[in-house]
Protein backbone atom coordinates (compact mmCIF):
# COMPACT_ATOMS: atom_id res chain seq x y z
CA UNK A 1 0.00 0.00 0.00
CA UNK A 2 2.74 2.41 0.96
CA UNK A 3 4.37 2.20 -2.28
CA UNK A 4 1.43 2.17 -4.10
CA UNK A 5 0.64 5.67 -2.53
CA UNK A 6 4.47 6.67 -3.62
CA UNK A 7 3.94 6.11 -7.25
CA UNK A 8 0.95 7.70 -7.23
CA UNK A 9 2.27 10.92 -5.46
CA UNK A 10 5.04 11.17 -8.25
CA UNK A 11 2.56 10.85 -10.91
CA UNK A 12 0.90 13.61 -8.99
CA UNK A 13 3.65 15.78 -8.89
CA UNK A 14 4.63 15.23 -12.49
CA UNK A 15 1.04 16.67 -13.62
CA UNK A 16 1.45 19.82 -11.74
CA UNK A 17 5.17 20.54 -13.30
CA UNK A 18 4.76 18.82 -16.35
CA UNK A 19 2.61 21.24 -18.16
CA UNK A 20 5.04 23.98 -19.36
CA UNK A 21 7.84 24.74 -21.01
CA UNK A 22 9.61 22.63 -23.61
CA UNK A 23 13.62 23.63 -24.09
CA UNK A 24 14.86 21.39 -26.44
CA UNK A 25 19.26 20.71 -25.56
CA UNK A 26 21.75 18.62 -26.17
CA UNK A 27 22.56 15.78 -23.18
CA UNK A 28 24.61 17.93 -21.12
CA UNK A 29 24.43 18.07 -17.03
CA UNK A 30 21.73 20.82 -17.52
CA UNK A 31 18.82 18.26 -18.04
CA UNK A 32 16.87 16.29 -15.34
CA UNK A 33 17.42 13.20 -17.12
CA UNK A 34 20.96 13.35 -18.30
CA UNK A 35 21.45 11.34 -14.76
CA UNK A 36 19.84 7.80 -15.14
CA UNK A 37 17.03 6.73 -12.49
CA UNK A 38 19.03 7.05 -8.75
CA UNK A 39 19.31 3.74 -8.64
CA UNK A 40 21.73 3.25 -11.48
CA UNK A 41 25.05 3.71 -10.33
CA UNK A 42 28.02 4.83 -12.34
CA UNK A 43 25.49 6.06 -14.66
CA UNK A 44 27.52 9.90 -15.70
CA UNK A 45 30.30 11.02 -16.39
CA UNK A 46 31.82 14.47 -15.36
CA UNK A 47 33.72 17.03 -17.36
CA UNK A 48 36.85 17.56 -16.36
CA UNK A 49 37.23 19.50 -13.12
CA UNK A 50 33.96 18.99 -11.99
CA UNK A 51 33.18 17.22 -8.37
CA UNK A 52 30.11 15.51 -7.02
CA UNK A 53 28.90 15.06 -3.95
CA UNK A 54 26.12 12.66 -2.95
CA UNK A 55 23.90 11.07 -0.45
CA UNK A 56 21.77 8.06 -1.78
CA UNK A 57 19.11 6.10 0.67
CA UNK A 58 17.90 2.82 0.46
CA UNK A 59 15.03 0.71 1.06
CA UNK A 60 14.55 -3.28 0.70
CA UNK A 61 11.50 -4.88 2.28
CA UNK A 62 11.12 -8.59 1.94
CA UNK A 63 8.83 -10.89 3.24
CA UNK A 64 7.75 -14.62 2.88
CA UNK A 65 9.52 -17.49 1.22
CA UNK A 66 10.04 -18.62 -2.15
CA UNK A 67 10.81 -22.04 -3.06
CA UNK A 68 12.07 -21.79 -7.29
CA UNK A 69 9.39 -18.95 -7.91
CA UNK A 70 6.41 -20.74 -5.62
CA UNK A 71 5.33 -18.81 -2.37
CA UNK A 72 5.81 -21.01 0.91
CA UNK A 73 4.64 -21.10 4.28
CA UNK A 74 6.83 -20.21 7.40
CA UNK A 75 5.26 -23.83 8.18
CA UNK A 76 6.67 -25.82 5.16
CA UNK A 77 10.02 -23.82 5.81
CA UNK A 78 9.99 -25.49 9.79
CA UNK A 79 9.46 -28.58 8.59
CA UNK A 80 12.53 -28.93 7.12
CA UNK A 81 14.61 -26.59 9.49
CA UNK A 82 14.44 -25.52 12.82
CA UNK A 83 13.87 -21.90 12.10
CA UNK A 84 12.25 -19.66 9.44
CA UNK A 85 12.85 -16.23 8.67
CA UNK A 86 10.31 -14.61 7.88
CA UNK A 87 10.75 -10.96 6.91
CA UNK A 88 13.78 -9.31 6.34
CA UNK A 89 13.98 -5.15 6.04
CA UNK A 90 17.62 -3.62 4.59
CA UNK A 91 18.03 0.16 4.54
CA UNK A 92 21.85 1.66 3.30
CA UNK A 93 22.92 5.21 3.48
CA UNK A 94 25.14 5.73 0.99
CA UNK A 95 27.85 8.76 0.45
CA UNK A 96 29.61 9.06 -3.11
CA UNK A 97 32.07 11.63 -4.33
CA UNK A 98 32.84 11.84 -8.30
CA UNK A 99 35.68 13.94 -9.64
CA UNK A 100 36.87 13.97 -13.37
CA UNK A 101 40.30 14.92 -13.82
CA UNK A 102 39.71 14.60 -17.44
CA UNK A 103 36.59 14.51 -20.20
CA UNK A 104 37.54 11.16 -20.60
CA UNK A 105 37.74 9.79 -16.78
CA UNK A 106 35.75 10.46 -14.12
CA UNK A 107 36.61 8.72 -10.55
CA UNK A 108 33.58 7.15 -8.18
CA UNK A 109 34.01 6.33 -4.59
CA UNK A 110 30.69 4.63 -2.53
CA UNK A 111 30.94 4.45 0.95
CA UNK A 112 28.01 2.45 2.37
CA UNK A 113 26.16 2.03 6.09
CA UNK A 114 24.25 -0.33 6.55
CA UNK A 115 21.32 -1.54 8.61
CA UNK A 116 20.05 -5.26 7.97
CA UNK A 117 17.11 -6.56 10.50
CA UNK A 118 15.51 -10.46 10.02
CA UNK A 119 12.31 -11.48 11.60
CA UNK A 120 11.87 -15.36 12.32
CA UNK A 121 9.22 -17.88 13.63
CA UNK A 122 11.07 -21.34 15.59
CA UNK A 123 9.79 -24.12 15.26
CA UNK A 124 8.66 -23.98 19.18
CA UNK A 125 6.64 -20.96 18.21
CA UNK A 126 9.47 -18.48 19.43
CA UNK A 127 9.88 -15.11 17.20
CA UNK A 128 12.82 -13.37 17.45
CA UNK A 129 14.41 -10.43 15.00
CA UNK A 130 18.31 -10.41 14.60
CA UNK A 131 20.28 -7.17 13.49
CA UNK A 132 23.66 -6.01 11.74
CA UNK A 133 24.64 -2.18 11.50
CA UNK A 134 27.70 -0.68 10.14
CA UNK A 135 29.74 0.08 7.17
CA UNK A 136 29.49 -1.87 4.08
CA UNK A 137 32.06 -2.72 1.29
CA UNK A 138 33.36 0.87 -0.38
CA UNK A 139 33.17 1.38 -4.22
CA UNK A 140 35.68 2.06 -5.80
CA UNK A 141 35.44 3.30 -9.51
CA UNK A 142 36.65 4.78 -12.67
CA UNK A 143 34.25 5.75 -15.49
CA UNK A 144 35.83 5.86 -19.21
CA UNK A 145 34.78 7.37 -21.95
CA UNK A 146 34.83 5.11 -24.73
CA UNK A 147 32.77 7.16 -27.17
CA UNK A 148 29.80 9.95 -27.18
CA UNK A 149 28.66 12.56 -29.63
CA UNK A 150 25.97 14.87 -28.96
CA UNK A 151 23.02 12.77 -28.60
CA UNK A 152 24.78 9.38 -27.39
CA UNK A 153 27.13 8.44 -24.82
CA UNK A 154 29.00 5.31 -23.36
CA UNK A 155 31.35 4.44 -20.64
CA UNK A 156 33.07 1.21 -19.30
CA UNK A 157 32.74 1.08 -15.35
CA UNK A 158 35.76 -0.06 -13.95
CA UNK A 159 35.01 -0.58 -10.49
CA UNK A 160 35.95 -2.17 -7.50
CA UNK A 161 34.60 -3.48 -3.83
CA UNK A 162 36.52 -3.37 -1.46
CA UNK A 163 35.94 -5.94 2.17
CA UNK A 164 35.64 -3.46 4.39
CA UNK A 165 32.27 -4.95 5.64
CA UNK A 166 31.60 -7.64 8.39
CA UNK A 167 31.63 -10.83 7.76
CA UNK A 168 31.68 -11.64 11.19
CA UNK A 169 28.28 -9.50 12.49
CA UNK A 170 26.75 -10.93 15.62
CA UNK A 171 23.69 -10.50 17.61
CA UNK A 172 21.32 -12.61 20.52
CA UNK A 173 19.87 -15.49 18.94
CA UNK A 174 17.54 -18.65 21.05
CA UNK A 175 21.15 -20.44 20.20
CA UNK A 176 22.93 -18.03 22.02
CA UNK A 177 23.19 -14.39 23.66
CA UNK A 178 25.96 -13.80 20.62
CA UNK A 179 25.79 -15.96 17.98
CA UNK A 180 27.08 -15.64 14.38
CA UNK A 181 24.17 -14.38 11.87
CA UNK A 182 24.17 -16.14 8.93
CA UNK A 183 25.24 -14.86 5.54
CA UNK A 184 22.24 -12.76 4.03
CA UNK A 185 22.82 -10.96 7.55
CA UNK A 186 26.50 -10.21 7.00
CA UNK A 187 27.45 -6.80 5.64
CA UNK A 188 30.60 -7.46 3.22
CA UNK A 189 31.42 -10.18 1.01
CA UNK A 190 34.89 -10.36 2.78
CA UNK A 191 36.58 -10.84 -0.45
CA UNK A 192 38.16 -7.91 -3.39
CA UNK A 193 35.33 -7.96 -5.92
CA UNK A 194 35.60 -6.28 -9.51
CA UNK A 195 32.94 -4.71 -10.72
CA UNK A 196 33.04 -4.78 -14.17
CA UNK A 197 30.10 -2.66 -16.28
CA UNK A 198 29.28 -0.89 -19.79
CA UNK A 199 26.67 1.90 -19.59
CA UNK A 200 25.18 3.48 -22.32
CA UNK A 201 22.69 6.36 -22.94
CA UNK A 202 20.67 7.70 -25.74
CA UNK A 203 19.17 11.39 -25.88
CA UNK A 204 16.25 13.19 -27.98
CA UNK A 205 14.44 16.53 -27.12
CA UNK A 206 12.21 15.18 -24.59
CA UNK A 207 13.19 11.81 -24.45
CA UNK A 208 16.52 9.51 -22.56
CA UNK A 209 16.65 6.42 -22.60
CA UNK A 210 20.00 3.50 -21.33
CA UNK A 211 20.91 0.86 -20.93
CA UNK A 212 23.85 -0.58 -18.23
CA UNK A 213 25.62 -4.17 -17.75
CA UNK A 214 27.17 -4.79 -14.22
CA UNK A 215 28.97 -7.76 -13.02
CA UNK A 216 30.04 -8.56 -9.75
CA UNK A 217 33.20 -11.12 -9.85
CA UNK A 218 34.52 -12.21 -6.21
CA UNK A 219 38.39 -12.77 -6.72
CA UNK A 220 39.20 -15.82 -3.86
CA UNK A 221 38.16 -16.96 -0.89
CA UNK A 222 37.40 -14.19 2.28
CA UNK A 223 39.09 -15.49 5.99
CA UNK A 224 36.01 -17.48 6.91
CA UNK A 225 36.13 -19.96 4.37
CA UNK A 226 33.55 -19.04 1.28
CA UNK A 227 33.17 -16.64 -1.63
CA UNK A 228 29.75 -15.39 -2.40
CA UNK A 229 28.02 -15.73 -5.50
CA UNK A 230 29.18 -13.71 -8.93
CA UNK A 231 25.84 -11.35 -9.51
CA UNK A 232 25.10 -10.59 -13.05
CA UNK A 233 23.01 -7.12 -13.60
CA UNK A 234 21.04 -5.21 -16.65
CA UNK A 235 18.90 -2.49 -16.54
CA UNK A 236 17.38 -0.85 -19.30
CA UNK A 237 15.56 2.78 -19.07
CA UNK A 238 13.49 5.33 -20.56
CA UNK A 239 12.65 8.61 -19.04
CA UNK A 240 10.32 11.65 -20.66
CA UNK A 241 11.77 15.17 -20.06
CA UNK A 242 9.03 17.08 -19.01
CA UNK A 243 10.55 20.42 -18.33
CA UNK A 244 14.32 22.13 -17.79
CA UNK A 245 13.65 20.78 -14.02
CA UNK A 246 11.60 17.68 -13.90
CA UNK A 247 11.89 14.16 -15.51
CA UNK A 248 10.26 11.13 -14.86
CA UNK A 249 11.42 7.13 -15.89
CA UNK A 250 10.47 3.70 -16.09
CA UNK A 251 13.31 1.00 -15.68
CA UNK A 252 13.49 -2.66 -15.57
CA UNK A 253 15.81 -4.40 -13.57
CA UNK A 254 17.07 -8.01 -14.20
CA UNK A 255 19.42 -9.36 -11.61
CA UNK A 256 20.98 -12.86 -11.20
CA UNK A 257 23.31 -14.14 -8.63
CA UNK A 258 25.08 -17.52 -7.82
CA UNK A 259 25.03 -19.59 -4.63
CA UNK A 260 28.07 -19.40 -2.13
CA UNK A 261 31.10 -21.85 -2.80
CA UNK A 262 32.40 -23.22 0.42
CA UNK A 263 31.11 -22.52 4.01
CA UNK A 264 31.53 -20.85 6.95
CA UNK A 265 32.27 -23.64 9.01
CA UNK A 266 30.54 -22.22 12.42
CA UNK A 267 27.38 -22.02 10.68
CA UNK A 268 24.71 -24.84 10.96
CA UNK A 269 23.29 -25.23 7.70
CA UNK A 270 20.32 -28.14 9.41
CA UNK A 271 19.19 -24.86 11.42
CA UNK A 272 18.07 -22.32 9.05
CA UNK A 273 17.87 -22.11 5.80
CA UNK A 274 19.88 -18.34 5.52
CA UNK A 275 23.15 -20.77 6.95
CA UNK A 276 22.55 -23.23 3.97
CA UNK A 277 25.49 -21.48 1.10
CA UNK A 278 23.49 -23.79 -1.41
CA UNK A 279 19.98 -21.77 -0.83
CA UNK A 280 21.46 -18.59 -1.59
CA UNK A 281 21.20 -18.13 -5.73
CA UNK A 282 18.51 -16.48 -7.60
CA UNK A 283 17.20 -13.83 -10.13
CA UNK A 284 14.91 -11.47 -10.15
CA UNK A 285 13.85 -8.98 -12.89
CA UNK A 286 12.08 -5.46 -10.97
CA UNK A 287 10.20 -2.91 -12.54
CA UNK A 288 10.94 0.50 -11.36
CA UNK A 289 9.33 3.88 -11.47
CA UNK A 290 11.40 7.10 -11.18
CA UNK A 291 11.50 10.86 -10.56
CA UNK A 292 14.56 13.41 -11.51
CA UNK A 293 14.46 17.06 -10.41
CA UNK A 294 17.53 18.80 -11.14
CA UNK A 295 17.03 22.48 -9.58
CA UNK A 296 20.11 23.84 -12.24
CA UNK A 297 22.21 25.06 -9.61
CA UNK A 298 24.42 22.08 -9.13
CA UNK A 299 21.55 20.62 -6.90
CA UNK A 300 19.61 17.45 -7.72
CA UNK A 301 17.30 15.19 -6.20
CA UNK A 302 15.73 11.86 -7.19
CA UNK A 303 13.95 9.39 -6.36
CA UNK A 304 12.95 5.61 -7.50
CA UNK A 305 10.87 2.86 -6.34
CA UNK A 306 10.57 -0.86 -7.82
CA UNK A 307 8.02 -4.19 -7.40
CA UNK A 308 9.47 -7.55 -8.67
CA UNK A 309 7.24 -8.74 -11.45
CA UNK A 310 9.58 -11.90 -11.44
CA UNK A 311 11.39 -13.96 -8.73
CA UNK A 312 13.32 -17.39 -8.71
CA UNK A 313 15.14 -18.52 -5.53
CA UNK A 314 17.10 -21.12 -4.95
CA UNK A 315 15.56 -23.56 -2.00
CA UNK A 316 13.96 -21.38 0.49
CA UNK A 317 14.44 -17.48 0.53
CA UNK A 318 12.70 -14.44 1.68
CA UNK A 319 11.32 -12.57 -1.23
CA UNK A 320 11.76 -9.05 -2.39
CA UNK A 321 8.51 -7.15 -2.03
CA UNK A 322 9.97 -3.69 -2.86
CA UNK A 323 12.67 -1.66 -3.76
CA UNK A 324 13.04 1.92 -2.88
CA UNK A 325 15.88 4.89 -3.60
CA UNK A 326 16.18 8.88 -2.91
CA UNK A 327 19.10 10.72 -3.81
CA UNK A 328 20.62 14.12 -3.26
CA UNK A 329 23.67 14.93 -5.46
CA UNK A 330 25.52 18.23 -6.17
CA UNK A 331 28.05 19.01 -8.29
CA UNK A 332 30.22 22.09 -8.52
CU1 LIG B 1 28.18 12.47 -10.67
Redesign the pocket.
Known amino acids: MRIKALFLCLFLLVGQVGADQDTPDSPNSARPDSHAPIGVMGD ?1 I ?1 KEGEW ?1 VSYRFKLMQMDGNLNGSDSVSTQQVLSNFMVSPTEMTMTGHMLGL ?1 YAPNDNVTAMVMLPFMNKSMKHLTRTGRSFTTNANGIGDVKLSALVKLWSNENHRLHFNAGFSLPTGTIDARDATPMGPNSLLPYPMQLGSGTLDLMPGMTYSGFSDNWSWGAQAMGTLRLGENRNGYKLGSVGDLSVWGARKWNDKISTSLRLNGTTWGNISGSDARLNPRIIPTADPDLRAGSRLDLLVGLNANFGDGHRLAIEGGLPIAQSLDGFQLKTKYVLTGGW ?1 F ?1 F
Open positions: HHMMQS
